[in-house]
């Protein structure tokens, strides 16, 4: 565990031991910051989505920083999904972040079968070919932080048996 850090430095980019309330970005959305941070440091970060890089470049703040850390995701909800799933593969909890999603957006499906995730315009209770197996899948309305997808099975598996 890291230890507490009792005087939280100013901060003005990422900093080793950074307590405080980290603000993340994505896409057109402003940062959407709690106003009150309860006197703790603020860092605000922007990224276009939430791409390999900019999920890189998170998960090295989020490693440098200590125990009590509070993290606020705003943008489109794939994006903040994906982005809180890299944030819990660092250890935080759900009650250490604050997740705003704005729009609809693209939703992402994990395929149950081949462990594909499909980018998708449809929501639960609809169906999608898998990009990777390319099995019609229904869209099923349980959400996996952990995959930040919505979990897809084969919709007519019942039909063909």
Do not use: W
Request: proline fraction near 6%.
């Amino acid at each position: 565990m890291k230890p507490a850090y009792v005087n939280p430095p100013a901060v003005a980019g990422p900093v080793h031991g950074f307590r405080g309330v980290i603000c993340v970005s994505f896409g057109q959305a402003e940062s959407l910051a709690p106003e009150n941070t309860d006197g703790l440091p603020q860092q605000d970060l922007h990224f276009t989505s939430a791409d390999h890089e900019s999920l890189r470049q998170l998960k090295s703040v989020i490693a440098s920083t200590y125990v009590g850390m509070r993290l606020v995701l705003a943008g489109p909800p794939a994006d903040i999904q994906a982005a809180a799933a890299v944030a819990a593969e660092c250890g935080l909890v759900e009650e250490e972040m604050m997740l705003l999603g704005q729009g609809s957006g693209i939703s992402v499906v994990f395929c149950g079968h081949c462990h594909t995730k499909t980018p998708s315009f449809q929501g639960p209770g609809s169906e999608v070919h898998c990009q990777g197996c390319a099995t019609t899948l229904a869209i099923s309305g349980h959400f996996s932080r952990r995959k930040a997808a919505y979990l897809g099975f084969a919709a007519h598996a019942e039909e063909s048996a």
